[in-house]
């Protein structure tokens, strides 16, 4: 065979080779992945009073994710950046496409850096994050505040917060309604309790959600019209409400949490701290007395938990949607009716499958070189026995 013809088959087997490896580990990979989720069904589901008998396309779609963590100009390294965002994005994408969900909720810390990030450092931030979560008009994208977003409670401020709220153009505490369905969206990271400016305003606007959504639960069940106590309450669904916030409520540790998304061994142990891993008792007991939540749903741990206060409100933990955070990140398919609710986890692909494909295909890469060199060596050395040869024999 001609050795250009080698050369050729050589370099066509490496182009396939590093071209396949590629291709699976950056753009195939999230299909089959994600093609294993699927919306719960919610017929026999929990959450609700009786049996909730709508139909399935009444119940509203809802992927809740968390803890993006967007690397910032400063702690972010520029490869690191490159190699998690393009993962969150392609993923996000994927199951925006294969799913459709009717909402998406960013438990909070989308950014980083927003703590400290100058304007124009925001606004790179920003852009990026828009690309990455682009969706269509079919999709609602509602995002919560985090502490890496205006900084934990001692490094909050005014303008931190409203910046904020400005990109997402909402309130960042406040009441979502689809289908019939309350989603409450709290900012945690106000509810130290000490009376600070921020935080008399966030529980300010919280009394005022929970009065309004307990004059709806009451004007329904009076059924004879706005109560006077009521007067000038806005009314929202008679439901309670789904809750949903980055700080988890007041748990010891994350010491009963199972599963593959929880917290490693040698980690579940450790305590809490209050007001810094998870809101406070007092806190915790004042939105559970205020809202009396049919789920909440929170974020900030990096780890998956699930958690059941007074042995009667249920609280999820969502790990990080990011690879800088974990090895195996993952995101909830809720689906919920105006009575009930069904949760499912979506895990993503594993890091460490992407690395030992690449350490796979570098060692493909190897022994086609290697054999190569061995192949051409042989040939080589049978010519010069030909040639050898034939000027003997001359």
Not at 209 to 228: A, E, F, I, T, W
Not at 364 to 379: E, P, Q, S, T, V
Request: proline share 5%; net charge neutral.
């Amino acid at each position: 065979m001609p050795r250009f013809s080698v050369r050729w088959m050589v370099a066509v087997l490496l182009i396939a080779v590093v071209g396949g490896a590629f291709f699976f580990c950056e753009y195939l990979i999230y299909f089959p992945t994600i093609l294993k989720c699927a919306w719960p069904k919610i017929s026999h589901a929990r959450g609700g009073e009786g049996i909730d008998d709508r139909p399935a396309d009444s119940a509203v779609r809802a992927m809740v994710l968390s803890d993006t963590h967007l690397l910032g100009a400063v702690g972010g390294h520029w490869f690191d950046k490159l190699r998690r965002e393009w993962q969150m994005e392609r993923a996000f994408q994927t199951a925006l496409w294969l799913l459709r969900p009717e909402v998406v909720f960013i438990l909070g810390d989308i950014f980083d850096e927003g703590k400290w990030s100058s304007q124009k450092h925001w606004e790179d931030d920003v852009r990026r994050f828009h690309r990455m979560f682009r969706h269509s008009t079919d999709t609602e994208l509602v995002v919560l505040v985090g502490n890496h977003d205006i900084g934990f409670h001692y490094e909050m401020d005014w303008f931190k917060l409203q910046r904020f709220e400005k990109v997402f153009n909402a309130s960042s505490t406040r009441i979502v309604t689809k289908k019939g369905v309350n989603f409450l969206l709290v900012n945690s990271v106000a509810l130290h309790g000490d009376g600070c400016p921020i935080c008399q305003s966030v529980e300010k606007e919280l009394i005022k959600l929970s009065r309004d959504l307990n004059c709806s639960l009451q004007n329904s069940q009076s059924g004879s019209g706005v109560m006077d106590s009521c007067e000038g309450s806005q009314l929202y669904p008679p439901t309670p409400p789904i809750m949903l916030q980055h700080y988890p409520l007041f748990r010891v540790s994350d010491a009963g949490c199972k599963g593959q998304d929880a917290a490693p061994p040698e980690e579940r142990h450790l305590l809490f701290r209050e007001k810094y891993d998870v809101l406070s008792k007092e806190a915790s007991q004042r939105l559970l007395q205020w809202f009396k939540p049919r789920l909440i749903l929170s974020g900030h741990t990096h780890s998956g938990c699930e958690v059941l206060h007074d042995n009667k409100y249920p609280e999820v933990s969502v790990p990080s949607f990011s690879w800088r955070n974990r090895n195996n990140p993952s995101f909830i398919l809720a689906s919920v009716s105006p009575g009930s609710y069904s949760l499912s986890k979506c895990f993503l692909p594993e890091e460490s499958t992407v690395i030992g494909v690449y350490c796979s295909a570098g060692a493909c890469l190897l022994l086609l070189f290697l054999a190569h060199c061995l192949w051409m060596k042989g040939l080589l050395q049978c010519l010069s026995l030909c040639l050898l040869g034939k000027h003997k024999s001359l």
